[in-house]
T-cell receptor, first 116, second 119 residues
């Protein structure tokens, strides 16, 4: 069975602060994919990043960066110099390579509130 | 191009009514997924189609839930005899790849969902 834990239910920061969203996962699979999605108030989930279990390189995309540590089963997401537009619910998700379909197991999400 | 479109955006049903939720995936996308998202929770997988074939329905919570994709494009999720516990947002996602063993890790593109409230 797969499990994704996002222990932070809600985080509030002031604009321009850095913020890290934690994600810890459990899987018996040795190969898998990890994702981060953003859910703004409009409701649709917006893809942010995908990482496969073979690639432990950290990644930076603009103000976003991701720290994947297989040894601790964590895939944390950092927003540098946060902006009001970053306010949303962020989901971490896991997809194992076993099974019949590319179905995602999501965490419960972290609501990020960025204020002026 | 157009994204994944879901209708209606909001649906209020009386307990015991049947409802039908529609999903228009991105044109040409092979894979289609339905997820259920309860309030304050992450989406949970319901079912998966590869073209018109329903390859995985392991997440459907009961036999009151039924999904179809007869021509491999538009999909409908039907819930019969709705119960209060069915109240949730139902999300549809599509992906261009078939999601076979060799093509995993596909990005899923989500619609805005249908919020179902059962009174």
């Amino acid at each position: 069975a797969q499990k994704v834990t996002q222990a932070q239910t809600e985080i509030s920061v002031v604009e321009k602060e850095d913020v890290t969203l934690d994600c810890v996962y459990e899987t018996r699979d040795t190969t898998y994919y990890l994702f981060w999605y953003k859910q703004p108030p409009s409701g649709e989930l917006v893809f942010l990043i995908r990482r496969n279990s073979f690639d432990e390189q950290n990644e930076i995309s603009g103000r976003y960066s991701w720290n994947f540590q297989k040894s601790t089963s964590s895939f944390n997401f950092t927003i540098t110099a946060s902006q009001v537009v970053d306010s949303a619910v962020y989901f971490c998700a896991l997809e194992p390579l076993t099974g019949t379909a590319s179905k995602l197991t999501f965490g419960t999400g972290t609501r990020l509130q960025v204020t002026l | 191009g157009a994204g994944v479109s879901q209708s209606p955006r909001y649906k209020v049903a009386k307990r015991g009514q049947d409802v039908a939720l529609r999903c228009d995936p991105i044109s040409g996308h092979v894979s289609l997924f339905w997820y259920q998202q309860a309030l304050g929770q992450g989406p949970e997988f319901l079912t998966y189609f590869q073209n018109e074939a329903q390859l995985d329905k392991s997440g459907l919570p009961s036999d009151r839930f039924f999904a179809e994709r007869p021509e491999g494009s538009v999909s409908t999720l039907k819930i019969q005899r709705t119960q209060q516990e069915d109240s949730a947002v139902y999300l549809c996602a599509s992906s261009p790849d078939p999601g076979t063993h060799k093509t995993r890790g596909n990005i899923q593109y989500f619609g805005a969902g249908t919020r179902l409230s059962v009174l």
